[in-house]
């Protein structure tokens, strides 16, 4: 059974950081996508980030409303991805979700290709 747990949200000041993880179980790490997401009240779900691994090797892609600021990164031996978040602004305040697909599954950037989400984690930015 794959598992998804997000921690580290919070509520900072603008320009403020903090560092999302994802913690997976029951999901081959080592060859697989992890993307973040992120939705604000009363918005649609937004893709922001996303992580492909090839045992060694990975691929990163940003969306441009946090390209500069936020950074995705993993480390395979603890089948965990974050999310480091810095230069904050209001705008950013949402609930972050971190998703795979099924295993070998698109690596896109669309809510419905995704097959597992974790619970989410609030952030909120005040200004």
């Known amino acids: 059974q794959v598992q998804l747990v997000e921690s580290g949200g919070g509520s900072v000041q603008a320009g403020g950081s903090l560092r999302l993880s994802c913690a997976a179980s029951?999901?081959?790490?080592?060859?697989?996508?992890m993307s973040w997401f992120r939705q604000a009240p009363g918005k649609e779900r937004e893709w922001i980030a996303r992580?492909?691994?090839?045992?060694?090797?990975?691929?990163?892609t940003y969306a441009d409303s946090v390209r500069g600021r936020f950074t995705i990164s993993q480390d395979n031996a603890k089948n965990t991805v974050y999310l480091q978040m810095v230069g904050l602004k209001p705008e950013d305040t949402a609930m972050y979700y971190c998703?795979?697909?099924?295993?070998?599954?698109?690596?896109?950037?669309?809510?419905?290709?995704?097959?597992?989400w974790g619970q989410g984690t609030q952030v909120t930015v005040s200004s």
């Open positions: 992580v492909y691994i090839y045992n060694s090797d990975y691929a990163i």
């Open positions: 029951g999901y081959t790490f080592s060859s697989n996508c």
């Open positions: 998703a795979a697909p099924f295993s070998g599954g698109s690596c896109s950037r669309l809510v419905s290709e995704y097959n597992y």
